[in-house]
Nanobody, 120 residues
Framework: QVQLVESGGGLVQPGGSLRLSCAASGNIFSINTMGWYRQAPGKQRDMVAT???????NYKDSVKGRFTISRDNSKNTMYLQMNSLKPEDTALYYC??????????????WGQGTQVTVSS
């Protein structure tokens, strides 16, 4: 019903920057929360940053001060500006969106993931 497409991943040197984008499309009712999650092989997905439709943000402690999440509600698009990247940031980054539904029946949607590799 809702499709999420990430872009912007790639290879970057430590200390470098990347900006990820996530575009939502399809049968959208109202997306409340969007967020970025990341996963390394053999590990669980961890929340990196989330943002509500009202602009309230939440960050994983290890990325505070380095990453900035933002969104354009009119375009159903979310961004993650990543600065001062570290090798530990290497992971597959997933876009997540929660559509509240007509009768507040929240549904989670996930993108296919975009690879971020931080290496010298």
């Amino acid at each position: 019903q809702v499709q999420l497409v990430e872009s912007g991943g790639g290879l970057v040197q430590p200390g470098g920057s990347l900006r990820l984008s996530c575009a939502a499309s399809g049968n959208i009712f109202s997306i409340n929360t969007m967020g970025w999650y990341r996963q390394a092989p053999g590990k669980q997905r961890d929340m990196v940053a989330t943002i509500t439709s009202g602009g309230k943000t939440n960050y994983k402690d290890s990325v505070k001060g380095r990453f900035t999440i933002s969104r354009d509600n009119s375009k159903n698009t979310m961004y993650l500006q990543m600065n001062s990247l570290k090798p530990e940031d290497t992971a597959l980054y997933y876009c997540n969106a929660v559509d509240i539904g007509r009768y507040y029946t929240p549904t989670n949607y996930w993108g296919q993931g975009t690879q971020v590799t931080v290496s010298s």
